[in-house]
């Protein structure tokens, strides 16, 4: 059976990740965005052209009562009930405002789809696992970027009274101009902190009194003072962002976060979804986050650096010195000396939440290995399929964001990418002697330490780091082995400046302007118009139009999404998965028998994170036997647990002697809920 993708041209790029897919000719639709009714449109013909292989499910509804659903892919006619079934979760737009994450998660599930009865794997994918597609899961903010008056809009539609007034939703922006968007509006003041710029006027910024400047102008939000309070704009409809409202390292204060983690009905029905279908071991979303290229976090990782003392109430149970400074690892090598933690691995992560340092910002060091696996797969995929500027700006999590949620406490992989991002003008080639952070990714520490301070802070300098980033403490931080030069380069491309840095420069924004006037004929940006303002006198209105860096033209997205849909379901392909590498029984005489398997993960993925221990949230394999009348056993346990296997073969050991008849069969099952279950029967002879 064939199905649309979003897109009307072949797919033509696909990374193979471990070999289980590869490029396919896909017949593909317009281009277009979708709305959220169109969406649920296009998830219901999903369920009725393909019975066998799709369901749509409701999960819940947003603040503004629309349906919040996911769309189930499975096989129902082997692999037992796909509610149960080791799963996968696609998630995209959370922001509501980014609508290529949408068509990101349609067309995962329109190459599901199309080659599940042409190609045999996708086909064993679908038999064996569950994949569950939620394309939009903020309608609220996703149906504003459809409506008639476009302002752009990442909250859901919770009424919030944000100028604690008593109203709520009273002062949003108005269409003064009459172009059906909300831009900016400008107006001479006396207490003005903004000019125009000297190199392009179009552009606003701040006035720099270190030059002499003098500010013109206020900048506001197109619109009125609909209260009457002295302010303009300041309560417009909505709400609260839904990607700033999940546990972990959530930021009280804002309004736009909620008043508590998971105090949006939109949240919650995501964690109930998640929380009520442990089989999902593997999460990827489309998001304005890109957690490959960008492993950075932005909560503070104190874990690492600091000193501190041990509560007396555990000190002198673990050995130490209530009144002495301990590094972490110094507290973490006490209570491995005291066989502290039942078998379960103690790291300084978990020391550091246990003396409330705050929470994990930083992947688990038994993960990053895995991650950095990704990474490189992603950037040469990225690179063969020619889609570009992705490397540059791209974003970390954000603070109470689902993707930092979904790894740090739910405890599965997680892989946030995102879509597109407003091309920079190319820079001028360096110099052949010029250090740059292609250069120091190959480098070993000591020829970096070599190249002395002088070349390093100019190096900084021409990366545009931050002043506290300095020379001396770059190479401070690689003498002591806290950071590589690798891993130093990616942080710089992170950190990389934009132009208008420095006097003389270009204005941060010219990129966009310039993007704005050739690749979308002058459409992205609207013209400085005079127009009478009841309050104010005379204004001009204008400014770059809404969502301008999250929704290009639909054509633009191609590569893109055919890439990372590919890409999607190379990751797919990596599920942890058990097997039984070896069996062996042995006759020790009358009824007694040695049982010794070795039960392995074939797959890529481990069956469970360093993470995910770490956070207490991941499943041992439980391994159990399944005895028989006159049997039993002897030496060993007849449940055994592996709190995990790493992937690509990574095998245990375990070993039994039963009591039972000769030519008897014994049962054995393995199993954990994001691995599935392995059952096979061992005859005692």
Known sequence: MRHPLRWTILLGV??????????????????????????????????????????????????????????????????????????????????????????????????????????????SLLERKTVWV???????????????????????????????????????????????????????????????????????????????EQGVYKVLVEGLDNDGDGEFNEDPAGGVEINRNFPHDFEYGPKATGGWPVSEPETIALLEFMNSHPSIGLILVFSTENTILNQQQTGQARVAAERVKVPRQFAGFFGLDPDTEYTLKEIVDALKAL???????????????????????????????????????????????????????????????????AYYQFGVPVFSMDLWAVPEPKKEPAGQDALTPEKLKTMSAEAFLALGEEKIASFLKAQGAPPNVNAAMVTGMVKSGQVTPARMAEMMEKMAKRPGAAEGEDHPDTYLLKWSDTALQGKGFVAWTAVKHPQLGEVEVGGFVPYLKTAPPPAGLEQSLNFHAAFALGLMGRLPELALKASKVEALGGDLFRVTVHISNKGWFPT?????????????VRVKLKLAEGQKVFSGRPIETIPSLNGSGDTRKLEWTIQGPPGSQVGLSAWAPKVGTLETTITLR
């Open 608 to 620: 469970a994170t360093g993470q995910g221990r770490r956070a207490l949230t991941a499943w041992p």
């Open 14 to 123: 696909a990374v193979a990740l471990g070999g289980l897919f590869s490029a396919a000719q896909t017949p593909t639709a317009a281009r277009t965005y979708h709305s959220p009714d169109q969406v649920a449109a296009l998830m219901k013909g999903y369920a009725a052209k393909s019975p066998d292989f799709a369901k749509v499910i409701t999960i819940g509804r947003s603040a503004g009562s629309r349906d919040i659903q996911v769309l189930r892919l499975a096989s129902g006619k082997k692999g037992g009930d796909p509610e149960k079934r080791p799963s996968i979760l696609v998630a995209a737009n959370l922001e509501g405002s980014y609508p290529p994450s949408t068509e990101a998660a349609l067309a995962v599930a329109d190459l599901l789809l199309a080659r599940s009865a042409t190609d045999n794997k996708v086909a």
């Open 339 to 405: 066989n502290i933690g039942g078998g379960m691995e103690i790291d300084e992560g978990m020391v550091a939440m246990f003396l409330g340092l705050g929470p994990a910002v930083t992947i688990d060091r038994q993960d990053q290995p895995l991650f950095d696996v990704v990474q490189k797969d992603y950037k040469d995929g990225l690179k063969e399929a020619k889609v570009e500027d992705l490397d540059k700006r791209a974003r970390g999590v954000g603070k109470g964001s689902f993707a930092a949620y």
């Open 134 to 212: 939620a394309p939009l899961l903020n309608p609220d903010a996703g149906a504003a970027f459809f409506g008639a008056l476009r302002a752009e809009k990442s909250a859901n539609d919770r009424p919030v009274d944000d100028d604690a007034d008593g109203r709520t939703d009273e002062d949003g922006g108005d269409d003064l101009n009459k172009d059906g968007l909300i831009t900016q509006m400008r107006f001479k003041d006396p207490e003005g902190q903004w000019i125009a710029d000297p190199k392009e006027p179009r552009l606003m910024r701040l006035a720099d009194a270190k030059k002499g």
